[in-house]
């Protein structure tokens, strides 16, 4: 399918923000927006973004990807990868503006950037699904240990936390819509560690969950038990060989292709 690029300028608390958006000729009603961090800004490491929009754009899906505040193109000061929500309500706004027969959006984040975009997905109901390749689920102060996840459990006070979880989620429906509200109010705690308000949003989450994990990247196999220790609803998929900046082609192509088969599913 054909498709072609164009340059979305808009505004976010006074500040100037670009975006590029990969438009097929038959767009299909849901849209990826990609959410991008220092220092891979909107076109990606070995040009990741760049390569990910063509190819979903071929298969009718249309991307917008953008540089938030402080990054690449965009004017302002630059945030805590946990404080983007008003740079993705913005280019949210931007994207059903440029694209007025779409009807959801999937947001797709890499590394500290799918951090960012499943703690604002909850928020905002136009928003289907999330993509989350590699996502970042340490405290910034903190480093991973050889048997990292028992002690990184214990100081985040995991256990007594999703053991309430566990209970709630035990109790009807009344007791899960319960508990979403409260993983929600969670996810947006600013005093909380970051793993748990991680983990929190993706609970509280209404929409579908694929989560991309490079098979031989030690921080992947961390978050991969987190998400089984806590049996946290979302599909989780490892592309074997991979390391966390997917260097190679053939892993970008893999993940694109994962991707792109995913939102298209359902």
């Given at each position: ?230 049996e946290v609803r979302c599909k989780c998929v490892?592309?074997g060989g991979a390391e966390r900046s997917f ?20």
């Amino acid at each position: 399918m054909d498709a072609t690029q164009r340059a979305v300028q808009f505004n976010c608390g006074g500040d100037s923000l670009i975006g590029i958006l990969d438009l097929p000729e038959r767009p299909l009603a849901r849209g990826v927006l990609v959410v991008t961090s220092a220092p891979q800004y909107r076109i990606g490491d070995h040009r990741h973004f760049t390569l990910l929009a063509r190819l979903m754009a071929a298969r009718g899906i249309p991307v917008l990807r953008f540089d938030h505040r402080g990054m690449g193109d965009s004017e302002g000061e630059a945030r805590p990868i946990d404080a983007l929500g008003e740079d993705i309500q913005a280019a949210m706004r931007a994207f059903f503006a440029q694209m007025p027969g779409m009807q959801d959006v999937v947001l797709w984040g890499f590394g500290d950037a799918a951090t960012a975009a499943v703690l604002y997905a909850h928020a905002d109901t136009r928003v289907s699904g999330v993509v989350l390749l590699n996502p970042w689920m340490q405290a910034p102060d903190s480093a991973p240990r050889a048997d990292g996840l028992p002690q990184l459990l214990a100081r985040l006070g995991e256990v007594d936390f999703w053991k309430r979880v566990a209970s709630d989620s035990r109790g009807g429906p009344d007791g899960v819509a319960a508990l979403r509200q409260d993983m929600r109010a969670a996810a947006g705690d600013a005093s909380l560690p970051l793993p748990r308000r991680v983990l929190a949003s993706l609970s509280g989450f209404d929409g579908a969950a694929l989560v991309i994990l490079g098979g031989d990247e030690a921080g992947a196999q961390h978050v991969d038990a987190l998400l089984k220790r806590h049996e946290v609803r979302c599909k989780c998929v490892s592309v074997g060989g991979a390391e966390r900046s997917f260097a190679s082609r053939a892993w970008r192509d893999a993940v694109a292709e994962i991707s792109a088969n995913w939102i298209a599913s359902w």
